[in-house]
């Protein structure tokens, strides 16, 4: 069929060139490092980091993670080794793998995304993720109840972007929640701040009642719900937002098969992110990068390209 | 550790709510040495209904034959599903997860504690402590009642000397199984080591109690996970800083690979 | 204990008095008929019927519903007879019973509503629940793409509300959509323009694809996802709404035990709707009703109101 | 229609991926009588893997005996886990559902068509017109190749005449059912009546060869459901407004309570 084997799976995200588009989703690889033994990281089209701050972080108290239907609630609390010690310790295992590396970067104001920025931008990493769906300290403030996120805000996720863009000239992803009204609008603001690429969803806020002694069951009382519960919610959000923007946008939320992949590639994703089903097959992102391959073999399809967006 | 498929051998009721599964590596076997207190994360479906990998300490493993067993209570809809699985279906475990407990040094009397599902790993630990020669292991078992005391007879048959304790006296002596264990420390003193895997309750006493006669004491924990590989963080206990200092110093450990045995006094009880 | 049997389980929501908190979600009943030789209407606490609109409407093309991973996703798009032809054949069937009957209403512009609630005001009804979950022409008009809904807009739920309000002396329920950055932002709103209470969750927009011939499943594009995958983050939005307004909340979204009607209790619902469940099972809101006062026996409790909100 | 524990009393597989459950009700039974073309409606599990009910045609039935049979195929998970289950075991059901066929009113030929596991619900019809005294009825069965043609030795133990057609010829004639239909309607003509059940494409061409030689249809419809009662308007299908008119004019009609069957003339194919 003249179909460069090896070739047919590349993307091209942002500036950031995969060798095939299936990612690990933030927080649910690790460093890399901690999988490393049971997955081949020169297979996966790029891992990005659990998010890193500025400051080491303690996270959140247990219990942390409940099993809900088809679902899993977490609230780690970013709990990472901070900036210098990832770069000191957890990158340089990482770059020895043919893979590229996304850093994913939060802070409590946007003053920290920058200076997180510019400490990456010299390092040998391929991209970064801004992760704006932790609470945002500013909005905090103003409600006196309930944390706002940056990117529950337009203006705050203009500023943020742009305020970063300055700072590097490495690709940037911006990772959006989904616990807003309207996430294109949202991805939008993202783009014309220059963000190169989307990456969406992170999880839903929710929550989980001990019936028996009518407590919540995740000590910090709510936390983000992932996995195949929220894949239907997340496939729209990704085809609204990929319908509204034009730079790529990475897919991801509950992607247990090749199958769920391909309706996020369809959907309009240039890419997916692999989170919860990692837990359950280590092995998932390279069988369905796989899969994609052999998808595309069957339907004739040169180019994942081809498909993106291709829903008719 | 390696994701492997093992072929189930058998799966069979012990008590009413009890099941011990021997299963066999399919694909190349875990590769590497098995030891006492270390873990398997067992794939219960691949479909909605269950989603996490079951975390199932080693209740006993044979490296020639690539062997290993479990034994696991049915709680909620995981192991429920684990215990209608038969004899030849396939399991996708990944397999020697954490770091096992650590042996004595040198001879001396062991002491092992276990509490309900927690005697499981205890189990292993006794076999393989006989099997280092060590002559003196003594097993304290707690369980709610008569129902829930389980592996009595494998310890027996191990080689260890048993003694029950239940809540409500069904079994062996009436009350917690840290006063068998206080009784006994309280004899023998430093000279031995005692090891123990249970619920939190239990693990808090026997540190206390291990501390109070300065035994050595290492302890097995149990924390919901998902990734069972130090990648996730939903497995964090609060251990103290190696500085020392107050509680509020603290750092949080992963059970699944930092773990799941710790040195008694590391913990942060809450 | 003391405890009156048969008394324990009463509600008031918003004026309407209730032998239980158990209801019917809006659009998984029909008008109560369909269900009737399988159901007693007479042990649940109230029957919420199909929203209905002035004119008779065919709703969306097929297929409409799809089963997703603890979750269905469904487009009906309001098929239903109309508010002429509920008014003389639905409702004097349903009015045999002694349930509570409440009618779920929608339109195209707040005019319809208006008219409505007048048209029900002198009826045998026991209140009225709008679904200001449906889009809103007025917003579609703005966006050019995107079918805003009344519910989420601030200012256009609090037109609509008080607007409403003038015309009824009936208790008026809203059900407010998910879709939204801040749940309790548009309660408080529907609350300050004169509601009685506030129902939530309607269903999540969302969508699957055909991988095969890369279409999406449902005709109409995307639906909205009801069922258990929803519930931990529905349960969340009841949370974080009791907590913010002083009327009733009645709470839905995946419930399909009586672990999981106590748990959004618990989060500060007064009464609690049963939609997808009552596919699964017709009885099911009977058994949760008798689950709940089996709870309460249990525990101690007098009445339904010591555990709502009790959430420690 | 009723809501019914029933106990399987037989669950076993007829060909590669189809089975045939045998169950009888174990609290009061359907209670009413119960027509060709109605259905069941199953729930598969009460957890979070599947939801929804799934509609199964009656195969046959025994009022006196309370037994109901159905014929499935393994297309997905709910007939997956379904298949799974064993003689013993419980399930929920709700029955009888859907209006079912009208028989003839006056003796007659009567032609059956079944396509795919429509022939299931053709079998139970097959049943009724010869207990009913019909004495020339013919099925004629229709599938993709010969793994997928069903109950034809049931069909002629019920006393039809069985003619086979597959898409590959591997059984029967080659070719689509609706041919062997259209000879046999060339010769007959309106003197006789057709019921079919099927994939649209079949039914739609039954429905034209049928209008073309003036022969009286009715054909029972699948559409995915969630209630099965009429109460949610999942189901429905387009049917031509009484007063006729063209085919923008039109209704929808719920498969599940004004179906499954329909006259032919009424549907609008799309
Ligand atoms: C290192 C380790 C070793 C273990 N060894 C054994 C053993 O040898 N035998 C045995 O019977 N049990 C053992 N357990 C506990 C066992 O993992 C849980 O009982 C099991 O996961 C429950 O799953 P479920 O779906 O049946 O129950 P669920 O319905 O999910 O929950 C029932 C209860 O089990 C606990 N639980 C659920 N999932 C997990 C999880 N992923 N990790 C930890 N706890 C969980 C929760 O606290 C919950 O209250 C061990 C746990 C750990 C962490
Ligand atoms: C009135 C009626 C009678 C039927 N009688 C029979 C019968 O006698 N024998 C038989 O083998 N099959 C019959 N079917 C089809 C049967 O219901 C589906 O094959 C079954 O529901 C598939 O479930 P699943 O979970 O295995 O597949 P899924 O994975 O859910 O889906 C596989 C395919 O089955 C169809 N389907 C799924 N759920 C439904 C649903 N609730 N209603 C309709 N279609 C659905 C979908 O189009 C889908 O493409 C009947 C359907 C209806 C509506
Ligand atoms: C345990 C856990 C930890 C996570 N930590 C992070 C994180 O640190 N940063 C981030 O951007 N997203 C984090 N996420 C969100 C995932 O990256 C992903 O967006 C989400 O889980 C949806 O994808 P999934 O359904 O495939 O898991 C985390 C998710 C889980 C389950
Ligand atoms: C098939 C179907 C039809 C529905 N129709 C309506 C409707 O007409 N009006 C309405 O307010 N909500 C409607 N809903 C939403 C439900 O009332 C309910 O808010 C939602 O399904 C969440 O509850 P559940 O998870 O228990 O189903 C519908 C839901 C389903 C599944
Ligand atoms: S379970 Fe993931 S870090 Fe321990
Ligand atoms: S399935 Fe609900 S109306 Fe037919």
Same mark, same amino acid.
């Given at each position: 069929?003249?179909?460069?084997?090896?070739?047919?799976?590349?993307?091209?995200?942002?500036?950031?060139?995969?060798?095939?588009?299936? @990612?690990?989703?933030?927080?649910?690889?690790?460093?890399?490092?901690?999988?490393?033994?049971?997955?081949?990281?020169?297979?996966?089209?790029?891992?990005?980091?659990?998010?890193?701050?500025?400051?080491?972080?303690?996270?959140?108290?247990?219990?942390?993670?409940? *099993?809900?239907?088809?679902?899993?609630?977490?609230?780690?609390?970013?709990?990472?080794?901070?900036?210098?010690?990832?770069?000191? *310790?957890?990158?340089?295992?990482?770059?020895? /793998?043919?893979?590229?590396?996304?850093?994913?970067?939060?802070?409590? $104001?946007? *003053?920290?995304?920058?200076?997180?920025?510019?400490?990456?931008?010299?390092? $040998?990493? #391929?991209?970064?993720?801004?992760?704006?769906?932790?609470?945002?300290?500013?909005?905090?403030?103003?409600?006196? $109840?309930?944390?706002?996120? /940056?990117?529950?805000?337009?203006?705050?996720?203009?500023?943020?972007?742009?305020?970063?863009?300055?700072?590097?000239?490495?690709?940037?992803?911006?990772?959006?929640?989904?616990?807003?009204?309207?996430?294109?609008?949202?991805?939008? *603001?993202?783009?014309?701040?220059?963000?190169?690429?989307?990456?969406?969803?992170?999880?839903?806020?929710? @929550?989980?009642?001990?019936?028996?002694?009518?407590?919540?069951?995740?000590?910090?009382?709510?936390?983000?719900?992932?996995?195949?519960?929220? $894949?239907?919610?997340?496939?729209?959000?990704?085809?609204?937002?990929?319908?509204?923007?034009?730079?790529?946008?990475?897919? @991801?939320?509950?992607? @247990?098969?090749?199958? #769920?992949?391909?309706?996020?590639?369809?959907?309009?994703?240039?890419?997916?992110?692999?989170?919860?089903?990692?837990?359950?097959?280590?092995?998932?992102?390279?069988?369905?990068?796989?899969?994609?391959? #052999?998808?595309?073999?069957?339907?004739?399809?040169?180019?994942?390209?081809?498909?993106?967006?291709?829903?008719? | 550790?390696?994701?492997?498929?093992?072929?189930?051998?058998?799966?069979?009721?012990?008590?009413?709510?009890?099941?011990?599964?021997?299963?066999?590596?399919?694909?190349?076997?875990?590769?590497?040495?098995?030891?006492?207190?270390?873990?398997?994360?067992?794939?219960?479906?691949?479909?909605?209904?269950?989603?996490?990998?079951?975390?199932?300490? =080693? &209740?006993?493993?044979?490296?020639?034959?690539?062997?290993?067993?479990?034994? &696991?209570?049915?709680?909620?809809?995981?192991?429920?599903?684990?215990?209608?699985?038969?004899?030849?279906?396939?399991?996708?475990?990944?397999?020697?997860?954490?770091?096992? &407990?650590?042996?004595?040094?040198?001879?001396?009397?062991?002491?092992? =504690?276990?509490?309900?599902?927690?005697?499981?790993? =205890?189990?292993?630990?006794?076999?393989?402590?006989?099997?280092?020669?060590?002559? %003196?292991?003594?097993?304290?078992?707690?369980?709610?009642?008569?129902?829930?005391?389980?592996?009595?007879? %494998?310890?027996?048959?191990?080689?260890?000397?048993?003694?029950?304790?239940? %809540?409500?006296?069904?079994?062996?002596?009436?009350?917690?199984?840290?006063?068998?264990?206080?009784?006994?420390?309280?004899?023998?003193?430093?000279?031995?080591?005692?090891?123990?895997?249970?619920?939190?309750?239990?693990?808090?006493?026997?540190?206390?109690?291990?501390?109070?006669?300065?035994?050595?004491?290492?302890?097995?924990?149990?924390? &919901?996970?998902?990734?069972?590989?130090?990648?996730?963080?939903?497995?964090?206990?609060?251990?103290?800083?190696?500085?020392?200092?107050?509680?509020?110093?603290?750092?949080?450990?992963?059970?699944?690979?930092?773990?799941?045995?710790? %040195?008694?006094?590391?913990?942060?009880?809450?």
């Amino acid at each position: 069929m003249g179909v460069k084997k090896g070739n047919e799976l590349t993307v091209n995200i942002g500036g950031i060139k995969m060798k095939n588009p299936v @990612m690990t989703a933030s927080g649910t690889f690790g460093y890399g490092e901690e999988y490393s033994r049971l997955v081949d990281l020169n297979k996966i089209g790029a891992v990005v980091t659990k998010t890193i701050t500025l400051q080491p972080r303690q996270g959140n108290p247990v219990p942390r993670l409940v *099993e809900t239907p088809s679902g899993i609630i977490n609230s780690i609390g970013l709990q990472n080794v901070g900036i210098k010690m990832f770069l000191k *310790e957890k990158l340089p295992f990482l770059i020895k /793998f043919k893979t590229r590396i996304i850093v994913s970067v939060a802070g409590d $104001k946007i *003053e920290d995304y920058v200076r997180l920025a510019g400490m990456l931008d010299g390092e $040998k990493v #391929d991209g970064i993720e801004l992760n704006i769906s932790c609470p945002n300290v500013k909005g905090a403030g103003n409600s006196g $109840k309930r944390n706002k996120l /940056f990117a529950q805000d337009k203006d705050i996720t203009h500023e943020l972007v742009s305020r970063v863009r300055k700072e590097t000239g490495l690709p940037l992803i911006v990772k959006l929640t989904p616990n807003v009204t309207d996430i294109a609008a949202i991805a939008l *603001e993202a783009e014309a701040a220059g963000a190169d690429a989307i990456a969406l969803v992170n999880t839903f806020q929710a @929550m989980a009642i001990d019936v028996d002694n009518r407590k919540p069951v995740i000590a910090a009382g709510s936390g983000g719900l992932s996995g195949p519960a929220i $894949k239907p919610i997340a496939l729209r959000m990704v085809w609204e937002t990929a319908r509204a923007i034009s730079i790529p946008v990475i897919g @991801m939320g509950g992607i @247990m098969s090749t199958g #769920d992949a391909l309706e996020f590639i369809i959907a309009g994703a240039s890419a997916v992110s692999i989170g919860t089903g990692i837990f359950v097959n280590p092995q998932l992102p390279l069988e369905i990068a796989r899969g994609i391959r #052999d998808y595309m073999t069957k339907n004739r399809i040169k180019t994942v390209n081809e498909i993106t967006g291709a829903r008719s | 550790m390696k994701q492997i498929k093992a072929k189930i051998i058998s799966n069979s009721r012990i008590k009413p709510s009890y099941f011990k599964m021997v299963m066999r590596a399919r694909t190349a076997g875990p590769g590497e040495p098995v030891r006492a207190g270390q873990f398997i994360n067992v794939r219960v479906t691949g479909r909605a209904g269950v989603l996490l990998r079951k975390p199932l300490s =080693i &209740y006993s493993a044979c490296g020639k034959e690539h062997s290993i067993e479990v034994l &696991y209570k049915v709680v909620g809809r995981g192991t429920e599903v684990l215990s209608r699985k038969a004899g030849g279906d396939e399991l996708d475990i990944i397999a020697p997860l954490g770091n096992g &407990y650590e042996l004595p040094k040198k001879p001396q009397p062991v002491i092992l =504690i276990g509490g309900g599902t927690g005697t499981a790993s =205890i189990h292993f630990l006794a076999e393989t402590l006989i099997e280092a020669g060590f002559s %003196d292991v003594k097993a304290l078992i707690g369980a709610r009642d008569r129902e829930n005391v389980i592996c009595e007879k %494998d310890l027996n048959k191990a080689g260890c000397e048993v003694q029950v304790a239940t %809540d409500d006296g069904s079994k062996g002596i009436r009350g917690y199984v840290s006063c068998l264990f206080e009784s006994l420390a309280a004899s023998a003193g430093p000279s031995m080591a005692v090891y123990a895997c249970g619920p939190r309750p239990m693990l808090r006493e026997v540190v206390r109690i291990s501390r109070k006669f300065k035994v050595p004491c290492q302890v097995s924990l149990e924390e &919901y996970m998902a990734c069972g590989v130090g990648a996730c963080m939903s497995c964090v206990v609060k251990t103290r800083k190696p500085s020392g200092g107050s509680s509020k110093q603290f750092v949080y450990k992963r059970v699944c690979s930092e773990g799941p045995v710790f %040195d008694g006094s590391e913990i942060i009880w809450e």
